[in-house]
């Protein structure tokens, strides 16, 4: 996505391809050794979500079917419904792993684009190779398989389709295909549509800023209307006052749960397991909120209280700006550009935003919304800045330790599973 005004600078910088051929020796060794390493830590870190038992948590977004009527999330249910019923544990194994692998595929798409969007460079095989350890990246996908991640998948498949897209009616047909499947995985995870809005306006808005705005405003009407179509129609004519019911349909079986036995990290790590009786369990965090009315959810939210909200939107915040300016920082294209191309349509952009608020309203994972967030914004800003000059120009000597430095604490440091701060594990 090259313009008019950003034209690489002379020389060999102006030639990606030539600048990216004569990378010495030690440096292809070093870049090598860094995939080597993402691949090792990319191992580890599912060993270390086995290790942890938190399946009875993804297990629970697929115990609720349409047996009884339309419910929230229904679908999820019926996908489990595919296998026969004494297979149910493995179909729900089978299922979290799916949403973990199609996210991380996802994910892998926009870091080849990144790579190769414009041309090879050696700030673009930084960003590439940055781009699963961020914060929303990988780990997130291991630690943290809610099936909303269905949804933030397609956004990123979207806005790689986006970034390449030139003629207005591709531009337009992407956008309505975007919308009817998140319309559908709307059935899955109602919340989908109302966190991956803004990431969808924003691919439409920035990537492609040269079709016009008519197009772009069609677009982002196509991308985000049949979600929230279907998003209303859960919230008025979802049934409620079933949950005992649905619980009943819920099979016993004993999975490991250390939260409820408050196991530390080194007896987890050293074999110990602590089990919890699934039916119970997801009887009592789960399908219970399924009764919840907005203001009923208001209200839980609420009684958290102020510390532990406050801190987990501060821990958000924290993990949004680190995402930007590791962006920002290894591609050399500054944030305030990206922000200045929104102007253009700064209504969409708000409107689309404004979205995240029931959310943040009704649910008390406010750390993980922010994760979300960064990933909206995150997205987009590596595909845009991948297309811009700087990214064709060789980095510093201090870019160089920034992507190391980088690299090294998201991998240690995977904030992007923590839903919230201060706030009890349900046991």
């Not at 499947?181 to 990431?199: D, K, M, N």
């Not at 994760?371 to 980095?395: H, M, N, T």
Request: glycine share 8%.
């Amino acid at each position: 996505m090259f313009t008019t005004d950003n034209i690489g600078s002379l020389g060999m910088a102006s030639n990606p391809a030539r600048q990216f051929k004569h990378l010495s020796t030690q440096c292809k060794i070093g870049y090598a050794t860094v995939a080597l390493f993402l691949v090792l830590w990319l191992l580890y870190t599912i060993t270390t979500a086995i290790a942890y038992g938190t399946e009875m948590w993804w297990f629970s977004y697929f115990s609720v079917d349409y047996r009884l009527g339309f419910v929230r999330r229904g679908l999820a249910g019926e996908m489990l419904d595919l296998f026969p019923a004494d297979h149910y544990f493995t179909g729900a194994w089978t299922l979290r792993c799916l949403v973990s692998a199609l996210f991380v595929i996802g994910l892998t798409g926009v870091a080849w684009t990144v790579a190769v969007n414009g041309g090879r460079s050696e700030r673009r095989l930084m960003l590439a190779l940055l781009t699963p350890v961020l914060p929303f990246g990988f780990a997130t996908a291991i630690n943290g398989p809610h099936t909303d991640l269905l949804a933030a998948t397609a956004l990123a498949m979207f806005a790689v389709i986006i970034a390449s897209a030139k003629a207005p009616r591709r531009i337009v047909v992407a956008s309505a295909s975007y919308g009817a499947v998140t319309a559908f995985l709307a059935f899955i995870h109602e919340a989908g549509p109302l966190l991956y809005s803004l990431g969808a306006v924003l691919a439409i808005v920035v990537l492609s800023a040269h079709s016009p705005i008519r197009v772009q405003r069609l677009s982002a009407l196509l991308a985000v209307a049949p979600g929230l179509i279907v998003v209303l129609a859960v919230a008025l004519i979802g049934r409620r006052g079933i949950s005992s019911q649905l619980c009943a349909l819920v099979p016993h079986k004993a999975l490991n749960w250390p939260a409820a036995g408050n196991l530390s990290t080194d007896q987890v790590m050293r074999g110990q397991r602590f089990y919890v009786d699934y039916h119970d369990w997801v009887c009592r965090n789960i399908i219970d909120k399924l009764d919840q009315t907005p203001i009923d959810a208001a209200k839980y939210v609420a009684s958290f209280g102020a510390v532990a909200l406050i801190g987990s939107i501060a821990l958000g915040i924290a993990i949004f700006a680190a995402t930007i300016f590791s962006i920002s920082s290894i591609s050399g294209v500054p944030f305030g550009r990206f922000g200045r191309v929104l102007h253009s349509q700064i209504l969409l952009v708000t409107l689309s935003a404004m979205l995240l608020l029931p959310i943040f309203a009704t649910t008390t994972d406010w750390t993980r919304w922010w994760v979300k967030i960064s990933f909206d914004v995150g997205i987009v800003y590596l595909l845009y800045a991948s297309g811009q000059r700087e990214a064709s120009e060789p980095p510093t000597r201090l870019t160089r330790v920034l992507f190391a430095v980088g690299i090294v604490l998201f991998a240690a440091v995977p904030l992007g599973g923590i839903p919230n701060v201060g706030m009890p594990a349900p046991v």
